[in-house]
Every structure is written in structure tokens, then in C-alpha cells.
């Protein structure tokens, strides 16, 4: 496996569900749905890639990130994925959610919501680490995966966007590799 390449495993761009980081939360919940539908991998679309005007992918929107924006105070807090979240009780957790009165009716007007939410106000512009080269081996872009305990990488020619490597196919083809095994 050290001689395959992330651009022969990763989702190119024009295969993966995209929007515009104008549409709004209801045109980025279409989008991901047709997407699932037309696509034939293995697994199904969890984020959509999200593009400017020029058609160059920018962010990323997850379902954790859809689902946070419908609570529009939930999007002032610092993001509780961060490490230096990762030793807080439910009992902290809890008193946020109460200080900040969050979650006490996220799906109240959710039409509303969804006509009136942006994507680039819930959408995620990836850092150092959070991209991986086409030219990688998978071995590194698996370390890369692991040891940032990410989903998903977005792939790189030339610093831009291209596609998407994902942890789903990454075990996909380990399970395959593991099978092919002679016991």
C-alpha cells in the first residue's frame, strides 16, 4: 500500500457534493441529497465541499456543522471538537448549554432557518493539516488521518482543492487488503 498515491483513492472535486458559499442552508441540504443519490461508491457523501465564485473549493461543510447552525448561538462558541475541550465533563458541557441557552428549540422555524442561513457563516476553511498533496502516499495520508483524528482530508494539486480523502474508503480498502491475506 505504500506505493498508492492519494489522488488514486480520493473523490475528485466534480464527483463530490459541492455549493456555492452563497446558497443557503436549504440549496447545501439538495445538494448533498442529489449527490448521494448519483454517487455509486461505497459509502455515502457526509460533508459538502464548498466552492467560491471562481468554482475553486474553499471549506467544507459537515453534518455536525449543518446541524450546529440551525442553534444560532451554538456558532459564538469556540468549537468543542478543539483538544482543549476533550477532558470537560457532561456536567460542563451541560452548564454551557445552559449559560448560552442553546438547544431549547433548534428546530423551531426550521424553514425559516433554512432559507435564511448561509454557508459560508457555518462553513469550515481548512488549516495546515487538514490538507493532504494528490502526490502522498497513502501511508502518510493514513498518519495524517490518524494521528489528527480526522474524517476526511481535502486533496491538494498546486494548493488547490481537488478532492476529498476520506477515512470510509481508507478502511475500505485496509479491510480489503486484510481479506486478500493468506492464513
Request: include cysteine; proline fraction near 2%.
Amino acid at each position: 500500500m505504500k506505493t498508492i498515491k492519494v489522488k488514486e483513492m480520493m473523490i475528485p472535486l466534480a464527483e463530490y457534493a459541492t455549493v456555492n458559499q452563497e446558497a443557503t442552508f436549504y440549496e447545501a441540504v439538495l445538494a448533498l441529497e442529489e449527490a448521494q443519490k448519483n454517487f455509486h461508491g461505497l459509502y455515502r457523501h457526509r460533508a459538502i465541499l464548498v466552492l467560491d465564485d471562481q468554482g475553486h473549493a474553499v471549506g467544507k461543510i459537515g453534518q455536525d456543522d449543518l446541524i450546529r447552525g440551525l442553534e444560532r448561538g451554538s456558532r459564538g462558541i469556540e468549537d468543542l471538537r478543539a483538544p482543549s475541550y476533550s477532558g470537560f465533563s457532561t456536567a460542563y458541557f451541560k452548564s454551557v448549554i445552559e449559560k448560552y441557552h442553546l438547544w431549547e428549540a433548534p428546530l423551531a422555524e426550521i424553514c425559516k432557518k433554512a432559507a435564511e442561513i448561509k454557508v459560508r457563516d457555518l462553513m469550515h476553511t481548512p488549516v495546515e493539516g487538514e490538507t493532504v498533496d494528490e502526490e502522498a502516499t497513502l501511508n502518510e495520508a493514513i498518519h495524517q488521518l490518524i494521528m489528527a483524528r480526522h474524517q476526511s482530508l481535502l486533496v491538494t494539486r498546486n494548493g488547490k482543492i481537488v478532492g476529498i480523502f476520506r477515512m470510509t474508503d481508507v478502511f475500505h480498502k485496509i479491510c480489503e487488503e486484510v481479506k486478500a491475506c493468506k492464513f
